[in-house]
T-cell receptor
Framework: AQRVTQPEKLLSVFKGAPVELKCNYS??????LFWYVQYSRQRLQLLLR??SRESIKGFTADLNKGETSFHLKKPFAQEEDSAMYYC?????????????FGTGTRLTIIP | EPEVTQTPSHQVTQMGQEVILRCVPI?????FYWYRQILGQKVEFLVS????????KSEIFDDQFSVERPDGSNFTLKIRSTKLEDSAMYFC???????????????????FGPGTRLTVL
């Protein structure tokens, strides 16, 4: 069975400092990895997915199959980045669409 | 931009009562999901629904749970006889279905609703 681990429940970073939110996964096949974000009083929304290899709001994440990681990074944190961040995994197989989430990391940007 | 909507935003019920949580997925989406999040815990998958039938379900989704698409727009989750441990935030999600280059189907991003907070007393 697949599993997603986010080791940090809470992370505080000063504005302008680099941010790294850790995500490790276990799955024997080739998964799809996602980062979802939940801002205060808002719904869960997709931040980025590994197959699109985009940078959204300055965030990037690279899938490292050797280390089974998908860490989320941003070089310079902004106050509006304060939110709950969830890493999620999906088996890339039609009919098996469920997302398996990590426990989430609450990121607080200190002004 | 179209959004998934859920009603009610908060539902309080007595243990043993039936509840129906409602969702309106994005209109051209064909794949629907229910997840839940118990306070302080991770978001957990309950069930997915495609082509008018359950596609996948978790161990949590036992005989007390059922899903339905009663018309062309709503997607509901029914809990037949609620227990205290059913208290959680319930999220509905939907995604589009498209064909890959080889003709195989695939799904797009899952878009989440704002959630219904269910409190069982």
């Amino acid at each position: 069975a697949q599993r997603v681990t986010q080791p940090e429940k809470l992370l505080s970073v000063f504005k302008g400092a680099p941010v790294e939110l850790k995500c490790n996964y276990s799955y024997s096949g080739s998964p799809e990895l996602f980062w979802y974000v939940q801002y205060s009083r808002q719904r869960l929304q997709l931040l980025l997915r590994h197959i699109s290899r985009e940078s959204i709001k300055g965030f990037t994440a690279d899938l490292n199959k050797g280390e089974t990681s998908f860490h989320l990074k941003k070089p310079f944190a902004q106050e509006e980045d304060s939110a709950m961040y969830y890493c999620a995994l999906r088996v890339s197989n039609f009919g098996n669409e469920k997302l398996t989430f990590g426990t989430g990391t609450r990121l607080t940007i200190i002004p | 931009e179209p959004e998934v909507t859920q009603t009610p935003s908060h539902q309080v019920t007595q243990m043993g009562q039936e509840v129906i949580l409602r969702c309106v997925p994005i209109s051209n989406h064909l794949y629907f999901y229910w997840y839940r999040q118990i306070l302080g815990q991770k978001v957990e998958f309950l069930v997915s629904f495609y082509n008018n039938e359950i596609s996948e379900k978790s161990e949590i989704f036992d005989d007390q749970f059922s899903v339905e698409r009663p018309d062309g727009s709503n997607f509901t989750l029914k809990i037949r006889s609620t227990k205290l441990e059913d208290s959680a935030m319930y999220f509905c999600a939907s995604s589009g279905v498209f064909k890959l280059a080889g003709g195989l189907p695939s799904t797009d991003t899952q878009y989440f609703g704002p959630g219904t907070r269910l409190t069982v007393l």
